[in-house]
């Protein structure tokens, strides 16, 4: 199975899910370096390649996949967005620009990446999976720390993988025709085409311990979390590799538009 995953340059957010993928036997196209995944694809008999995208660039995302094609044996079938950029700030002092940049980093950019990847497969006429990596913050606000623009985003994710769910999902979801707008200036009664099923699904990861929570360890906030957690600690990368495992595969077949949440519930 070959799977396309997008990330931020912190090799600790996809390392240990890409780690589990290699050793179920998925080819992994990565659009940042990613250290010693190659090392590790090779090891367990699978591969890695590594193409550089930027999520807000529509013509990088094409040029990206022409790219790909002439070294890929088999369709994309599979995709996990990771990408996504954060910043703390008081919400009445917030720069708008940070604001508008963090949107659209990580709800444009994943919506564009999405979609070519569903036009891949569409043009494969196969049937696909989506993970996209939304977070807890977008179903309930960081405690302790303000990141509105982050928060807003990720609850974003969550009705955007829902939407293309239902859209991707089956024709009967989608009325004949639609209406003029500037978005569509010469609207089509005609039937739409028929795809294989794309699935949408996301994951709503807890605080995770990696290199980018040092600086919330130093303040104090990592304990802070784990003591509000019902297990007493904050999650680790490689606790993701199964859940995105189980939603790219046939396990999670009958699932999608659906929200997986790892154990962020907490106390109150």
């Given at each position: 199975m070959l799977c396309f995953l997008t990330s931020s340059l912190n090799p600790m957010r996809i390392h240990g899910v890409c780690c589990n993928l290699h050793r179920s036997a998925f080819r992994i196209i990565l659009s940042s370096p990613q250290g010693d995944l190659e090392r590790t694809a090779q090891a367990n008999g699978t591969r890695a390649i590594y193409q550089a995208i930027d999520v807000q660039d529509e013509?990088?995302?094409?040029?990206?996949?022409?790219i790909l094609k002439f070294d890929l044996r088999h369709p994309i079938c599979g995709f996990v967005s990771c990408a996504a950029i954060s910043g703390e700030s008081d919400a009445c002092d917030y720069p708008a620009d940070v604001f508008r940049h963090i949107l659209d980093v990580n709800i444009?950019?994943?919506?564009?990446?999405?979609?070519?990847?569903?036009?891949?497969?569409?043009?494969?006429?196969?049937?696909g999976s989506m993970v996209l990596i939304a977070s807890m913050s977008g179903h309930v606000s960081n405690r302790g720390i303000n990141t509105s623009a982050y928060n807003a985003s990720k609850a974003a994710i969550h009705q955007l993988a829902r939407s293309l769910a239902a859209e991707w999902g089956h024709p009967q979801n989608t009325f004949l025709g639609s209406t003029a707008t500037a978005t569509n200036p010469h609207p089509s009664m005609a039937p739409r085409k028929e795809y294989p099923t794309v699935r949408v699904n996301t994951l709503s990861p807890g605080h995770i311990d990696t290199p980018?929570?040092?600086?919330?360890r130093v303040r104090g906030l990592t304990e802070e979390w784990a003591s509000q957690n019902m297990l007493g600690r904050i999650?680790?990368?490689?606790?993701?590799r199964a859940?995105?495992?189980?939603?790219?595969?046939d396990g999670s077949s009958y699932m999608t538009g659906a929200v997986s949440t790892l154990?962020?519930?907490?106390l109150s």
């Open positions: 013509g990088s995302i094409a040029t990206a996949l022409d444009s950019g994943t919506f564009l990446l999405a979609r070519a990847i569903a036009n891949e497969m569409h043009q494969a006429s196969i049937s980018l929570s040092e600086a919330a999650s680790q990368p490689e606790e993701y859940p995105v495992i189980f939603l790219l595969g154990c962020w519930i907490l």
